[in-house]
């Protein structure tokens, strides 16, 4: 610490800038120009202090802190100067926006200095740009500060503002004719550091600014950024990102800052409905828990307990998901509990398990900072988790090196030293070939092998055969570019891996997570700063609802169902079912097979979101019960429901999420329950006590369930709410005392003192190109949508990228001779669909991506029935499809028919924000 005196008071502080210094003693000075999550520049001055010793005047952002400093911030001196600097500014503001708008740091300061009557400036419509649905920009308001235009360029990595022309005739203008046609990603920063209002939320401006502030965990990615929810009445009206959130650092992406009027949505359902005579009725929760309690009886008892089956959600929080296992496990007396981690992450979760002891990330966001080489396979970072993918930009922009393995030209992939782009489904002779050039060129960490690492001379001999020239055929990639990869990946460390669903959802999903955790071994790159395999989550909650035992082998805390259920039936005081359950995809084919009877799903659309719609939605047809617990009436409850469950929004309950990288942080309500709808725990509670077990389902609040979560779970046992409140903390965590745990592995493994290489051959997708199916599809998700469009299709986001449309090699698009814009009919073996078409840069010709957002077009009806070999994750990655110009008919052919039409919005609760 150092000793400074300010403006009289002896005080100590951390190094760093005197404005820090100031800011950290709750020291205020005007800084128009400043922003912590930026480099200072001292631009506007308006922090001018005076430093005994200095002889004039310095700028308290640029001035770095020094022992025995003595800082006077309100002489006579520098108040003139700041009030003549504000003058200057205040010139050219317009009065109107003082009062138009929230209050702005750039306002207070006028209003301190009593400048509120010199200003002289007035809006100038040629400033204003109106086209962006969130962003309101009216540069008549702009100080010239550049603030926007650093941020955008420092924190997101996007580059969209510019500076025109120069002195009086200086601009801040878009780099396309208007914002929303600019390269601008919406990540809202340039707003959120714009202390004049130049910039502005939309809804701010029509709502007014808000009364409340309330901190939480963001409802979308597995990023977990922590963000502050603004509301106003009954409303939000902003979301702000917490300077502290541990993930983002100060940063949102445009879901988490702009998606967030869902919850308002008119068609929300904020009753519960019971299918009656084709159509819908309200209930009330007794009625609509009596008649789900009484078909479970009567069916359980019919057909056993295994006949139904629960599905918790990756949407929904971990104490949520605890219950829905438990009921699943306690009252219902079955195994068969999944959630929709089983579409998407399941295969890295098996494999580190299997090869590290531990199913989750190995190291943190954090350790983008201190890697030297980034690989990213599989992972569209900067579209899917975009606050992460903004920070992997900024490493390479700070020198990092950058390996990207995708099967498209990703914007990644143009930062990067080396692409490797290989044909899809063929990952597995790429990473084996990486292997093999780490390890013919004596690339290993040898004290690693010898210390960690076991199976090595099988491994050599088994990979000996996978030549970069081998794998080049079956992939499509330069040898010399996978060489000149391995070569970065194993000297250039440390080196750390960050991976998607690009390599999850295949037939071999869960053994290409193997491969790249081979990689990690084979050079070392595991447990220390900077290294690791790293699992991009999808959902906020995708690693929380698995751990939290939503999975049918696994209790929680992930740990085997087998050697763990007798710990568990003394904690629960009831019997833990020994059949071994069904995950997701095997209750579909005991749906369909008729032996699964029941199912109860919760905050995952499955009919939308699950491959062979059409074997979905034959599974889902024969099933005696379907309970839907959600916020709409989604494509499942539309097409099969029998029971809809209003559920909260997470902007409507307590509870936590776990994040991406083991971090658990907590969620906090900021609005009131809509209507009638409840927290999922608390439905669940109530459905426990109708099926007749009041004991251990007599929860009063999430804490109440967290605490039993932690007795259950000894690596959470120290994730206290009361620590949680202060900053998300990541396991383990065994004990109140222990600080959570940035880095696995560090000295052992999870699960010994030695990991063993394995193994993994290459097989080919059983979806075969040919003359009749010659393409291959790819389906994944986009910036402005968050996979089926539940949430975000109910936000302006649906203005920024309307629908799912087909993207296709220019090359392939003349040859077939379409345009842009033309509709095509994309057939498959397992059935069509028809969607506009788009060339896109970046795709080999013969491929295509599309996105599963909408039901208009339904593309999970052309996937096949393909699963990894581990996990049964479906291949949403691998389908040979063919494509022809389609009719004027919009209909798809493959999507289910619905079984009958809802009523209009029962219980809806009003307008859209
Ligand atoms: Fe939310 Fe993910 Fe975006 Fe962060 S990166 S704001 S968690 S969607």
Known sequence: MLHITVDGQPRECAPGTLLEALDALGVTVPALCNDPRLAPVGACRTCIVEVEGCGRPVAACTTPLTEGMVVHTRTPLVEAQRRVLLRLLASEYPAEAMTRQPDKPFHRALREYGLEGELRGAHRPSLRDDSHPYIHVDMSQCIHCYRCVRICDEVQGQFVWRVWNRGAGTRILPDGPNLRESSCVSCGACVDTCPTGALEDRTLLDQGGPERWTRTTCPYCGVGCEMDVGTRGERIVTVRPSREGPSNQGHLCSKGRYAFGFGASPDRITVPLLRENGGWRRASWDEALGFIAQRLRNLRAVHGPDAVGMLGSARATNEDNYLAQKLARVVLGTNNVDCCARVCHAPSAAALKRMLGTGAATNSFEDIEHARTLLVAGSNTTECHPVVGARLKQAVLRGAKLIVIDSRRTELARYADVHLQPRAGTDMPLLNALAHVVVTEDLCDRAFLRERVEAVDDFRAFIAAWTP???????????????????????????????????????????????????????????????????????????????????????????????????????????????????LMGMMDAARQGRLKALWAFGYDVLLTNPEARATHEALERLELLVVQDLFLNETARAHGDVFLPACTSFEKDGTFMNGERRVQRVRRALPPAGESLPDWEILCRAARALGHSEGFAFQSPEEIWEEVRRVWPAGAGLSYARLEMRGLQWPCPDEAHPGTRLLHTHLFASGSRAALRRVDYRPSPEVRTDDHPFVLMTGRRLYQFNAGTMTLRTPHALLQPGDWLDMAPADAERLGLEDGARVRVCSRHGAVVLPMRRAEGLRPGELFTTFHTAEVFINAVIGPHRDGYTHTPDYKVTAVRVERAGKSPTASGGPTERSAPPATPGGRGTAE
């Open 469 to 583: 020239e081998r794998a080049a055929e079956l992939c499509g990639v330069d040898a010399a570019a996978i060489r000149q990869a391995a070569r970065l990946y194993a000297t250039h460390g440390p080196s750390m891996m960050v991976h998607g669903l690009g390599m999850t959802e295949h037939v071999q999903g869960t053994e290409s997570v193997m491969a790249l955790i081979n990689l990690a071994l084979l050079t070392g790159n595991l447990g220390g700063p900077g290294t690791g395999v790293n699992p991009m989550r999808g959902q906020n909650n995708v690693q929380g609802s698995a751990h939290m035992g939503c999975e049918p082998g696994h209790l929680t805390g992930y740990v085997p169902l087998e050697a763990n259920r007798a710990r568990f039936e003394a904690a629960w005081g009831a019997p833990v079912p020994v059949a071994p359950g069904l995950d």
